[in-house]
């Protein structure tokens, strides 16, 4: 069993910057596949970004692919996405999955375990 807590949403600016942090307790990150998603009000969940943390491979949605970089901290099991030159269509709030496996690493269905949620909300 995984437990994940996020941190770090809040309100900023558009052109400002964030860093998410994604904490797991319970096992170690460790063969594990762990996402960012986020989830605007009325719409989908939606793939942000996703790091092999075995194979150190990442992968980003075009809508960040440029702003965004996942990142981790082996010593503290934490994983982090550095969001910059936010914009007002990032607010949502974001998630963290982890999973085993890299297969369809973009597909929320495929991850297990999942944070709480942490609110960004970008002002234009």
């Known amino acids: 069993q995984v437990q994940l807590v996020e941190s770090g949403g809040q309100l900023v600016q558009a052109g400002g910057s964030l860093r998410l942090s994604c904490a797991a307790s319970?096992?170690?990150?460790?063969?594990?596949?762990v996402g960012w998603f986020r989830q605007a009000p009325g719409e989908e969940r939606e793939f942000v970004a996703a790091?092999?943390?075995?194979?150190?491979?990442?992968y980003y949605a075009d809508s960040v692919k440029g702003r965004f970089t996942i990142s981790r901290d082996n010593a503290k099991n934490t994983v982090y996405l550095q969001m910059n030159s936010l914009k007002p269509e990032d607010t949502a709030v974001y998630y963290c999955?982890?999973?085993?496996?890299?297969?369809?690493?973009?597909?929320?269905?495929?991850?297990?375990?999942w944070g709480q949620g942490t609110q960004v909300t970008v002002s234009s």
């Open positions: 999955a982890a999973r085993v496996g890299w297969s369809d690493y973009a597909s929320k269905n495929k991850y297990i375990y």
């Open positions: 319970g096992r170690t990150f460790s063969s594990y596949t």
């Open positions: 790091f092999s943390w075995s194979g150190g491979s990442t």
